[in-house]
């Protein structure tokens, strides 16, 4: 038997697969999709992973002689079948990756026959925490007090990704035991034991489906008659409008019907309440996967997976790609949440992924949320997804009252800038009903944007609609997308006042503000700096919850999440603040005010939201306090079709890094230049520095492309890929940022 392998870790142009044979007594365990472990190249030291992705007889191959046997098959089981190795390779086109960086995605660890004979439920785990900001352990780097590249890299590592269990750590970063050790002794790690993530089933107690609303059955009866073909639909349902029943009574039919079922949620709101609501329903047959789990526990559930014990996976978006073999439903929730861009390579968009999975499958994509993607929301339009919207409450519970208050006018009778005399009255009234209050911040404590306190604007760029960044250290003004920079004068450019002041405010300065005006009162925080470990977001949620707490300040976490009836006061004392500076922007800050304000009155008492705002004349906070998702929709979609945004466009973003910053920036003349020469395939922009123009002591340029994206302009761009590689130190990524749901 001759098998082809596609091996790991090699060049990008690599994606040419090898021959190898196999030796006769293991011929029964080969399997398409099974890792194996071969000899690539010459040499000792040359053995590689690689996977089976054909079969053949020896007379189909004509140099049988000449082979190399495998050396050993790894998997126990095969996690990949055809559709999935052709969703890897349509995913390294489309996204410019290996074909195996994208099947990696696909498979859980190599597994290690030491681990596997471990009986998790009811076990406890040791996983590696921080035990410093962020910003104190970055700042440690800068200054040189941490100069070990391993202790940086298992630092960084547990920055973007908190709580590693320690046999992930030795295992897979291949970071030792001592140096865990000294990390640990220096103060920066800990190591804390908990709970293991795999599920004790024999504990649940079962709950029945609810009758749905009219709305509900609609949008039931809708999905289930197309259940057996692709097909992609919308639901557009208001927070609380039951959604989640939706889901529970789709999957139900699709498990009537043999099928399996993937529900993907942003991973902030996998909570132990959104769990319970699965499990509950459908016992033992759900799988929950997440990013905290260990090696072991994931291949626990990968293996539970591939022997059909689990038919239902919850996780978030790297849940998209476990290993049914009869996926009938994709259900992704909150589908407009940014989480399901994925920021490392290969860079891919979930929702474009899980289209073309559903397509390869005839199966059913689902996208909920109470504020769509403006580019989904477009296909709905177009009629070409199908759209069900969801606009009541089930119950009593009724949407709440929404005020705008202009801080500006404000100020004239009031001295504090973080709680306006409005909000103090409601907090007030509040606290006598003994009913709690969430007071909400889009950012923590640092600030990036300028703004006036006369004009009440914000300071933005000349050539495009974004605002300009702020940058302390050098007192400049910029501009991310067309590299526009400017010195932070002491007067508004727009009214000539000299009260420019940098916006923002920390949670924590407006919990002192808090304690402050209302001795006594009761406050939690709940942001980055107070969720550091695993199950703290919970715990500070149900203490919250338990205790009545008077208030809860956070940033964006507090909007999603927990239900909590007796909270009828939402605050925002930055309404205007708009995070981050790509065209995106709008549609974020919009869904953000929508999903918090949609926190208030979840029981039986109505809600009361309160919008602090400077510039109140925005399209987006009277969409919100409208409450109306299409209003907001309606003007946006009008603002990028004029600019030439998605869904109008594709973009794509060509990056360039190096150690040398001469040879970078000539460099990317030259390939602007080659880019440049296709005028009929797309439009480029100049190169310039990113916002974060220096990582790890490379720096980086990037440049701009808007295109529609279709075959051709595949073709041509990585044709162009060829001339990068020739380009010595300097590497070069493409990557597509954002794209409409594309069908098949
Ligand atoms: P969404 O996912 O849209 O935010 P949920 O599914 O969480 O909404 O529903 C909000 C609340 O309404 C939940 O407490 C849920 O149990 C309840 N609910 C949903 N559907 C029904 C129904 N048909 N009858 C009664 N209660 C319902
Ligand atoms: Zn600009």
């Not at 000449?66 to 126990?76: A, H, M, Q, S």
């Not at 990949?80 to 290996?98: G, P, V």
């Not at 865990?180 to 649940?204: F, H, N």
């Amino acid at each position: 038997m001759v098998v082809k392998i596609l091996i790991d870790n090699a060049a990008h142009k690599l994606n040419k697969v090898y021959d190898y044979k196999i030796k006769e007594e293991n011929e029964e365990l080969v399997e398409l999709g099974k890792r194996v472990r071969v000899n690539f190249g010459s040499g000792k030291g040359s053995s590689r992973e690689g996977i089976i992705v054909k079969i053949l007889k020896d007379e189909e191959s004509d140099k049988l002689d000449k082979l190399k046997r495998v050396e050993e098959i790894l998997d126990e089981n095969s996690y990949l079948d055809e559709k999935r190795l052709s969703l890897a390779k349509w995913m390294s086109k489309m996204y410019f990756c290996n074909v195996y960086t994208a099947l990696k995605l696909m498979l859980p660890p190599t597994p290690n026959k030491k681990l596997e004979q471990k009986e998790l439920v009811g076990k406890q785990i040791t996983v590696v925490a921080l035990d410093k900001t962020k910003e104190e352990i970055e700042s440690d780097i800068e200054s040189r007090k941490i100069t070990s590249a391993r202790h940086i890299k298992l630092l960084r590592e547990l920055e973007d990704n908190n709580n590693i269990p320690i046999e992930d750590i030795i295992n897979t970063l291949g970071i030792s035991r001592n140096i865990i050790k000294t990390v640990e002794e220096k103060g920066y790690i800990k190591l804390v034991k908990q709970d293991t993530a795999i599920e004790d089933y024999s504990k649940i107690t079962r709950t029945e489906k609810l009758t749905p609303t009219i709305e509900q059955k609609r949008t039931i009866d809708g999905i289930i008659r197309n259940l057996d073909t692709f097909r992609v639909s919308l639901i557009h349902g208001i927070t609380g409008s039951g959604k989640t029943e939706v889901y529970l009574q789709i999957i139900e039919e699709c498990l009537n019907r043999g099928k399996d079922a993937i529900v993907l949620v942003p991973e902030i709101s996998l909570t132990d309440q959104t769990k319970r609501r699965f499990i509950s329903r459908f016992g033992e047959v759900v799988s929950v996967l997440h990013s905290k789990m260990t090696t072991l526990e994931r291949q626990t559930e990968y293996k539970r997976i591939v022997k059909g014990k689990a038919k239902i996976v919850i996780g978030p978006r790297s849940a998209l790609f476990v290993p049914f073999k009869n996926l009938g439903l994709i259900i992704i929730d909150e589908e407009h949440d940014t989480s399901y861009v994925s920021q490392t390579t290969p860079k891919y968009n979930t929702r474009e992924v899980a289209t073309r999975l559903a397509f390869l499958n005839n199966a059913n994509l689902v996208l909920g949320s109470a504020t769509p993607d403006v580019c989904t929301m477009y296909k709905a339009m177009e009629e070409k997804i199908d759209y069900y919207s969801m606009l009541t409450r089930p119950g009593t519970s009724v949407i709440p009252e929404v005020e705008i208050v202009d801080m500006k006018q404000d100020a004239v009778v009031n001295k504090s800038r973080i709680l306006s005399t409005r909000l103090k009255e409601e907090i007030e009234e509040n606290i006598k009903r003994k009913e709690q209050a969430f007071v909400f911040l889009n950012r923590r404590g640092f600030s990036s944007y300028i703004t006036c306190k006369t004009c009440g604007k914000t300071l933005r760029c000349p050539n495009c609609d974004v605002n300009l960044t702020y940058h302390r250290k050098n007192g400049l003004l910029l501009c991310h997308y067309c590299s526009y920079c400017e010195k932070l004068s002491d007067i508004c450019p727009i009214c000539s006042a000299d009260t420019l002041e940098e916006g923002g405010m920390g949670t924590e300065r407006v919990e002192k503000e808090l304690l402050e005006t209302f001795p006594g009162i009761t406050t939690l925080r709940l942001d980055m700096d107070t969720t550091v470990k695993r199950g703290s977001h919970e715990r500070i949620l149900n203490e919250f919850k338990e205790k009545n707490v008077d208030v809860l300040v956070g940033t964006q976490m507090i909007s999603k999440g927990h239900d909590i009836p007796n909270v009828t006061l939402v605050g925002v004392v930055n309404a205007d603040y708009m995070a981050g500076d790509d065209y995106t922007v709008s549609e974020k800050a919009f869904s953000n005010l929508l999903q918090v304000a949609g926190r208030a009155g979840r029981g039986d008492k109505k809600g009361r939201v309160i919008l602090q705002a400077y510039d109140t004349e925005n399209y987006i906070l009277n969409s919100v306090s409208e409450n109306s998702y299409l209003d907001f929709y309606e003007q946006e979609i009008k603002f990028r079709k004029m600019a030439g945004y998605p869904p109008f466009v594709d973009i794509v973003v060509v990056e360039l890094t190096s150690k040398d910053k001469t040879k970078l920036m000539k460099d990317s003349e030259k390939i602007y230049n080659i880019f440049n020469k296709e005028k009929s395939l797309y439009k480029v922009y100049s190169p310039k520095a990113p916002f974060v123009s220096k990582i790890n002591n490379k720096y980086r340029i990037q440049m701009i492309i808007k295109t529609k994206v279709d075959n051709k302009v595949l073709d041509k761009l990585i044709e162009n890929m060829d001339i990068y590689d020739k380009i010595k130190d300097v590497s070069v990524t493409v990557s597509l940022v954002k794209n409409p749901v594309r069908l098949g």
